[in-house]
Structures are given as C-alpha cells and as structure tokens.
C-alpha cells in the first residue's frame, strides 16, 4: 500500500497500554508511519493538534476517554485543516464511540485509518465544542460524583450505581429551552442535548441522534413529584422511563434557569443560567464504520 502517516495523540496514562503498543506496531507493518504523542496536562491536546497540522499530518488519531477525544476534535474544529480523525477509544464509558459503532479494542480501531473519512457534525455551546452530549440536571451530577476507583472496578455500571445511591440528593431544575418552533418550560429532572445517543456510562438519552443531519436532539425528562417517586423503580428495571421525555430535533436551542443549571459537555463541567447550544453541521471529518448508526447515509 501507499506510505501514510497519522499522529496518535494518546493519554498520558495509557502510555504503558500494551494493546495501544501492539496495535501501533501492527499498524506500522502495514507501512503506516505512525508518530506517537502524550497529553500531560490541560491544554495538551490542542497545543499537539495545532503542531500535527503545522507539520503536515492529514490524519490525527486520538486515544483516550471521551474527554480526551473531545479535545482533540474541538481543537481540530477550530483550527478548520483538512485533516480527519481516528478515533481510539480507552476510556470507562466510551459513550460516542458505542453509539457509532467504533472498535473499542485499540487494534480494530486503529484499523479504521484505511476507511474513508465522513463529514460529521459537532454540537458548541458559547466557544466550546462537543462531540457526543451535553447533559444536565441529575445525569450530570452522576458522571460528576462517579469515582475513578468505582470505574476501575465496575465499568459502566458504575454510573448506575452512583445513581441509585444517590437519591437522597435528588434535586429538580426549573428551565426554558426554546428553539425553532419549539417552546418548554417547567422542572427537569435530566436533560440530553446529543450529536450522540449515550452519556453517563450506557444510558441511552438521545435515541434516534444521527451526526450528520445538522441537527442536535433534544431530551427533556420533566419532574413532576410522580416521576421523582418511582424514578428509582424506573432505572432499576429499565421499563418506563423513555416514554417520560420529551424530545425534539433543532439545529439550535437556548437554555434559561434563573438558579443555574449544571451542564456536563462530554466530560467538561460548565455552569451558566443561560446557554445556547448549536449543531455545526459537517464541522469535522472523521473515520465512523460503514454502517455505523449514527450515520443518516451509510455505506
């Protein structure tokens, strides 16, 4: 095959990874030239995206838990290149690359280099940008409390299980959200704004969210006092709960609580009383499976 090269920007603790190694030097006998780079520290991300198109690289991997790919893709959308992107999922919930149907071993998803690359969209909100969801309300408080350790032994179960262990502290968030043609008001429970279709470890917020319809999909999970009484039943068994939301499909959607709303952006804590989230449309290409699910054209 043809000499190529791509930069892997890698999670400074995932250096030691064997199957990351493995997988670079699979990659590489295949005549891939493959240079490898650590983030450290806040900022890192950026500073080796700006440095990888600077030195030519039309391929950018990124290795690492959502929070680490969404850095790399938002400094990738700033900078506005060519370039397209590898995703290599490492982390506990790896929320986006699930939905879309991305290898989570480092090996197949390397693999996804030799793949045509597709123009997706990302969502922003004020100078920021998000891949996969931003959530509010008690969702966002869950991935917030949820321990390094807990993940370490339980995976993404051990958001659930912050969650049911949590209700003590359940709180209720009183919002406007208004957009094209939509208009709500009232308390929300949980809310899910998605270029995805996860968040929180598995849970599914955003069903039907493609990332190439220049749309973000908006789930609302009011609170009246009976959804708050049996919510516990409802996340334990499953059954229920999707039929709570309220849903729609916007390129855009402003936020306005008088208290505050806490909102967590693919791992990124933000705090406002009002916010206005967009769907920028094909900002971002990158290398998804052929017949991803998150693909409105696939193939």
Known sequence: ???????????????????????????????????????WEPGDAARLVAEALAAGYGQLVAGGGDGTLRDVAEAMVRAKGQASLVLMPLGTANDFARAAGVP????????????????????????????????????????????????????GAAYLFTGLTRFSE???????????????????????????????????????????????????????????????????????????????????IEIHSSQGLDINLDGEPLQADSLRFEALAGALRVHLPEDSALLSRRG
């Open 170 to 252: 359940l709180s209720t968030a009183s919002a406007r959200l208004q957009g094209p043609d939509f208009d709500w008001q009232g308390d929300l429970l949980a809310l899910g704004i998605g270029n995805g279709r996860q968040a929180g470890g598995g849970h599914v917020l955003c069903p039907q969210a493609q990332v190439d319809d220049g749309l973000l999909d908006v789930s609302i999970l009011p609170a009246p006092q009976e959804v708050v009484g049996t919510l516990r039943s409802l996340l334990s068994d499953g059954l229920g709960l999707d039929n709570l939301f309220v849903r729609a499909r916007l390129p855009w």
């Open 104 to 155: 989570l071993e480092p090996g197949p998803a390397l693999a996804l280099l030799e793949a045509p690359a597709r123009a997706i969209d990302v969502g922003r909100v004020g100078e920021q940008v998000f891949l996969n969801m931003a959530t509010g309300g008690f969702g966002s408080q869950v991935t917030a409390n949820t321990s390094e350790d807990l993940k370490k032994v339980l995976g």
């Open 1 to 39: 095959m043809a000499h190529h090269k791509a930069l892997v920007i890698l999670h400074g603790k995932q250096a030691m990874n064997e199957q990351v190694r493995s997988a670079v030097g699979g990659m590489r006998e295949r005549g891939w030239q493959l240079d490898v780079r650590l983030t």
